[in-house]
């Protein structure tokens, strides 16, 4: 059976991707005139701290740790030399140095 | 009885029962609209060409009660002048005439900002304020894409002195719309706010930066705490804070405000959530943290991660082709929301950085133990034949031996011939930014002693430059081993004040 259900409004905001083609057509007119970086308004004013990554915060911190410290890398340096960039850098380094030794 | 009196009536009750959300929601200027709207402007329009009329109708509507209890509220002068530019403002607005239409909505919010500053009932004006405010900057941000328009303003008003321009003009009375929150006396700084003080951060959502900064000061100098403030305002705010910080190139303070607006938002709120990393990731990257796996697989990172991996790819192995295909590839999305030019410039310490580690690995040779006291050193002359080996790629050369995988049987021969062609007319031209230098410029010894000079100037290289020998000496090689001790992890030294929580100005975390 086709569903003949309307979308429920908040579903519109779901795939930010989807939404911008939607939005760009709409900046020529004069009522809505919304950015991609505007930041919508939220449906709600206010929603529990429980709701959020943050109150684990202070919970982690005992043991070192922020909400945030899992999200990033700060150690990523790449010590592999067998990648094909290598491979050519090392190439031009050798034809080089015997272009110096000749 | 005429819809406008109607309407007046119901205004009343609105103050009577110091009604600020219902009054906003009256008080619409702007589309999409019931129809009553243009009922009533085709009302005003027919009955109500002279002001002088209108002033009458809405001073006999609108009387200045006496005997008003506390939990009341009444007319005010202010509130009667506001009311009648209300109804000029829609018997005039035609929002075909966009410049017109501004014209009317200025005269309208700084007679609501007069409104709003009485002290016994400007109160219930905030909700109008602010609804006012943020359809005025809408109109001023589109008009100030449109010179066309524009520059008839200018040769209307040439006669003036002082030309400010639509966006400086906003600017001004949303200002003083603000300082009327902040000034609010009914509750101390560090109190629960109260009154007109309960919409100071609401008006963080300023989008021109010589605004932005006058207002993050005065917030700093004088708002109540940000924790006062419910949850989508504080998110707000410091959405907003962070982008200021960004575009001033603070990205500690920035990925600060940012970092908190996202574990701050709810997890149902997707497009929130991805609107703040969009921003938060680049942030990070150019402190030299990258996205973890963890981050990645989240709803709101799915259409981020093909965007911004491949500058952390650039960044961990010093390939400066792949941070070029990295921004040709989304240059319109980043350009559009102010990264592109962020990226394309500051991120190049970091993939130098990296592209002199690589340069490392492949020609240092760790002492043996006759010499185990030589110094690790990087020879500048092998980092200037990589270099100029990566600015020949950038100018379109193919590799002579590229790599040592066999070339494919059925590689399309007419791509070959076109590269053929493409040898036969020399280098690619290059915009600036494109070479590794400037544009096509060859890389000289020079150059590479410039950079490697400020790589260890910014602390990403450990070390000092051996300039008559040519060589960059990195310090600490025997306790850590050469590559750990001469290129620390750049978050060590880019994101310490992120991390130690540094003060953020515009931030009032406690007073």
């Known amino acids: ?102 | 009885m005429t819809l406008t009196i109607q309407f007046l009536s119901e205004i009343r009750k609105f103050l009577k029962n110091r009604n600020g959300n219902d009054l906003r929601a009256w008080l619409l200027v702007e589309p999409p609209l019931p129809d009553q709207y243009h009922k009533l402007a085709d009302e005003l329009k027919k009955g109500y060409r002279s002001s002088a009329s209108l002033t009458k109708l809405v001073d006999s509507c609108l009387p200045e009660d006496d005997n008003v209890s506390d939990d009341e509220g009444t007319a005010w002068p202010g509130f009667v002048s506001f009311m009648k530019d209300y109804f000029e403002y829609w018997r005039d607005v035609d929002f075909d005439d966009l410049l017109g239409a501004h014209q009317l909505l200025t005269g309208l919010t700084n007679s609501c900002t007069t409104a709003l500053n009485n002290p016994t009932y400007g109160t219930i004006m905030l909700h109008t304020s602010i609804s006012l405010c943020a359809s005025l900057s809408k109109l001023s941000m589109t008009l100030n894409k449109r010179p066309d328009l524009t520059r008839n303003l200018q040769t209307v008003d040439a006669g003036e002195e002082e030309q400010k321009s639509i966006v400086e003009t906003t600017a001004e009375i949303i200002q003083k719309v603000f300082t009327a929150c902040l000034t609010d006396r009914s509750s101390q700084r560090h109190e629960q706010p109260k009154g007109k003080k309960t919409g100071v951060y609401i008006f963080a959502n300023a989008r021109k930066t010589h605004l932005a900064k006058q207002l993050f000061t005065n917030i700093t100098a004088k708002a109540p705490p940000l924790s006062f403030y419910p949850a989508a305002q504080r998110v707000t705010f410091l959405y907003y804070l962070g982008r200021f910080h960004f575009i001033n190139n603070h990205f500690s303070r920035a990925a600060q405000c940012l970092q908190e607006a996202y574990l701050e938002t709810a997890q149902r709120f997707e497009s929130h959530r991805w609107l703040v990393l969009t921003y938060l990731i680049p942030c990070n990257l150019l402190l030299g943290r990258i996205p973890s796996p963890q981050l990645l697989q989240r709803p709101e990172a799915q259409s981020l991660a093909p965007i911004y991996m491949p500058f952390a790819e650039a960044m961990r192995t010093g390939n400066f082709l792949r941070l070029q295909a990295a921004l040709d590839a989304n240059e319109k999305w980043l350009f559009s929301r102010g990264i592109f030019l962020t990226l394309l410039y500051r991120l190049r310490p970091l993939v130098w950085r990296a592209f002199t580690r690589r340069t490392f690995l492949l020609t240092y040779i760790a002492p043996t133990e006759a010499d185990s006291r030589k110094a690790a050193t990087l020879e500048l002359s092998h980092l200037l034949t990589t270099a100029t080996f990566v600015q020949k790629r950038l100018e379109g050369y193919l590799p002579a031996h590229p790599g040592r995988k066999p070339r494919q049987p059925h590689i399309n021969s007419m791509f070959l011939k076109a590269h053929a062609g493409a040898a036969a007319r020399g280098p690619k031209i290059l915009r600036p930014n494109e070479g590794l230098i400037w544009g096509n410029m060859p890389v000289t010894e020079d150059h590479i002693e410039n950079i490697v000079a400020s790589l260890i100037a910014q602390g990403l290289l450990h070390g000092f430059i051996a300039h008559s020998q040519g060589r960059f000496a990195i310090i600490g090689a025997k306790q850590k081993g050469a590559v750990a001790a001469g290129w620390p992890p750049p978050a060590e030294i880019l994101a310490t004040g992120l991390k130690e929580g540094e003060d953020v100005p515009g931030w009032v975390k406690r007073v």
């Open chain 1, 1 to 102: 059976m086709a569903s003949t259900s309307t979308p429920k409004p908040d579903e519109k905001s779901s795939t930010p991707a989807d939404s911008k083609p939607e939005q760009s057509q709409n900046t020529k007119t004069a009522g809505a005139l919304e950015e991609d970086d505007e930041f919508e308004d939220f449906p709600v004013e206010d929603w529990p701290a429980e709701e959020t990554e943050a109150a684990n915060q202070q919970g982690n911190t005992a043991s070192g740790g922020t909400a945030a410290d899992h999200l990033w890398e700060e150690s990523w340096d790449d010590d592999d030399t067998s990648d094909d960039f290598s491979a050519q850098l090392r190439e031009e380094l050798k034809k080089v140095d015997a272009a110096k030794r000749r």
